[in-house]
């Protein structure tokens, strides 16, 4: 059931409510059950690589050929940490987007896609350039169409400062962000307590997986070695070694202190939608915002349950993923209008 607070511009209604699944009501299972839900892509995707203007690449994947789609209304979705086309969360809303005649894609964030990026950087929680430049190169190339962009954890906190930064300049009617770690300095700290060690161990190994990828393939591109790779024991660690040091930035924590989107929410001027889950194991109360400090064109959504990009309904017989329903209606008004 969603919390109500008319001061946080919450979003209420009965078809909006989140209800879990029964007997999965547990914030864990709740994380990690669309992972076996959602296992495999039920679409042709259509790739793209797109060279950017630092002779770095990111790689698109779309729903079907965008030349013959011009005219749909788009969806556009930024993933999480080491995400790309294949995390449940990504396919799933895009399948979502796709049955209901929307053009739908994914932009994989530098290294993501499963080919290391040419450069000596990667990419970060705070870092919206490549955001930006695809978002205007979108409107550019395909001209214009109603248009929403969806971020999930990382990728939403990084789509909020984009939000932030570009105002009303944005070129995007609405936008969702679901289950971001909105305080990445809190977050961390929570991820290294208790049951979280799990998640972060699971996340730091894809990280260490895709940096030796990258060592492997352009040697010298990244500030540290295998073997320093290798020793690395948590996420902080990683981002003061690497994230931060290729990024300009002093250290992890103020990494952290610079791209957290909490307190640039009240900058964000096109309609926006924020979702988070009590009971997320990647956060504690840090995230919520405070009574009052969210702009009008704002609306906050805080269930009960939920856990990390879960949100899982319906039965162990009919499972429902509420998100690919939930964000869909919400936009509808900005991509069908």
Same mark, same amino acid.
């Given at each position: 059931?969603?919390?109500?607070?008319?001061?946080? *511009?919450?979003? %209420?209604?009965?078809?909006?409510?989140? /209800?879990?699944? &029964?007997?999965?009501?547990?914030?864990?299972?709740?994380?990690?059950?669309?992972?076996?839900?959602?296992?495999?892509?039920?679409?042709?995707?259509?790739?793209? &690589?797109?060279?950017?203007?630092?002779?770095?690449?990111?790689?698109?994947?779309?729903?079907?050929?965008?030349?013959?789609?011009?005219?749909?209304? &788009?969806?556009?979705?930024?993933?999480?940490?080491?995400?790309?086309?294949?995390?449940?969360?990504?396919?799933?809303?895009?399948?979502?987007?796709?049955?209901?005649?929307?053009?739908?894609?994914?932009?994989?964030?530098?290294?993501?896609?499963?080919?290391?990026?040419?450069? *000596?950087?990667?990419?970060?929680?705070?870092?919206?350039?490549?955001?930006?430049?695809?978002?205007?190169?979108?409107?550019?190339?395909?001209?214009?169409?109603?248009?929403?962009?969806?971020?999930?954890?990382?990728?939403? *906190?990084?789509?909020?400062?984009?939000? %932030?930064?570009?105002?009303?300049?944005?070129?995007?009617?609405?936008?969702?962000? /679901?289950?971001?770690?909105?305080?990445?300095?809190?977050?961390?700290?929570?991820?290294?307590?208790?049951?979280?060690?799990?998640?972060?161990?699971?996340?730091?190994?894809?990280?260490?997986?895709?940096?030796?990828?990258?060592?492997?393939?352009?040697?010298?591109?990244?500030?540290?070695?295998?073997?320093?790779?290798?020793? /690395?024991?948590?996420?902080?660690?990683?981002?003061?070694?690497?994230?931060?040091?290729?990024?300009?930035?002093?250290?992890?924590?103020?990494?952290?202190?610079?791209?957290?989107?909490?307190?640039?929410?009240?900058?964000?001027?096109?309609?926006?939608?924020?979702?988070?889950?009590?009971?997320?194991?990647?956060?504690?109360?840090?995230?919520?915002?405070?009574?009052?400090?969210?702009?009008?064109?704002?609306?906050?959504?805080?269930?009960?349950?939920?856990?990390?990009?879960?949100?899982?309904?319906?039965?162990?017989?009919?499972?429902?993923?509420?998100?690919?329903?939930?964000?869909?209606?919400?936009?509808?008004?900005?991509?069908?209008?």
């Amino acid at each position: 059931m969603t919390m109500t607070s008319p001061e946080l *511009n919450l979003s %209420a209604g009965s078809e909006a409510d989140f /209800v879990p699944m &029964r007997v999965i009501r547990n914030r864990h299972l709740q994380t990690m059950l669309p992972r076996l839900i959602r296992r495999k892509v039920k679409f042709d995707a259509h790739w793209q &690589r797109l060279e950017l203007p630092d002779g770095d690449f990111i790689d698109l994947a779309w729903s079907e050929d965008p030349y013959l789609a011009k005219h749909k209304p &788009r969806l556009v979705v930024f993933h999480g940490l080491e995400g790309s086309l294949h995390s449940p969360y990504a396919h799933g809303l895009i399948e979502a987007a796709q049955k209901r005649g929307w053009l739908g894609v994914v932009m994989h964030f530098r290294g993501c896609s499963g080919e290391p990026n040419r450069l *000596n950087r990667i990419y970060h929680s705070g870092e919206t350039e490549d955001g930006t430049w695809f978002l205007h190169w979108l409107k550019q190339e395909f001209g214009e169409a109603p248009t929403a962009a969806v971020g999930y954890s990382l990728g939403g *906190n990084m789509l909020a400062c984009l939000l %932030a930064k570009e105002g009303k300049e944005v070129p995007i009617d609405a936008a969702v962000i /679901v289950s971001a770690p909105l305080v990445l300095e809190a977050c961390s700290y929570h991820m290294e307590k208790g049951f979280s060690r799990v998640y972060q161990r699971y996340l730091l190994n894809l990280l260490k997986a895709n940096a030796s990828r990258k060592l492997a393939a352009y040697p010298g591109t990244l500030p540290i070695n295998l073997a320093q790779l290798k020793a /690395v024991r948590r996420i902080r660690e990683f981002d003061d070694l690497i994230t931060a040091k290729i990024h300009g930035f002093a250290d992890a924590i103020d990494y952290y202190r610079q791209c957290s989107a909490m307190p640039l929410l009240n900058k964000i001027a096109k309609p926006t939608l924020i979702i988070h889950a009590k009971d997320d194991p990647f956060m504690d109360h840090h995230v919520i915002p405070e009574p009052g400090t969210l702009p009008p064109s704002v609306e906050y959504q805080l269930t009960e349950h939920g856990g990390h990009v879960g949100f899982v309904g319906g039965t162990l017989l009919r499972p429902e993923m509420w998100l690919e329903k939930r964000i869909p209606d919400w936009l509808k008004t900005y991509l069908e209008a």
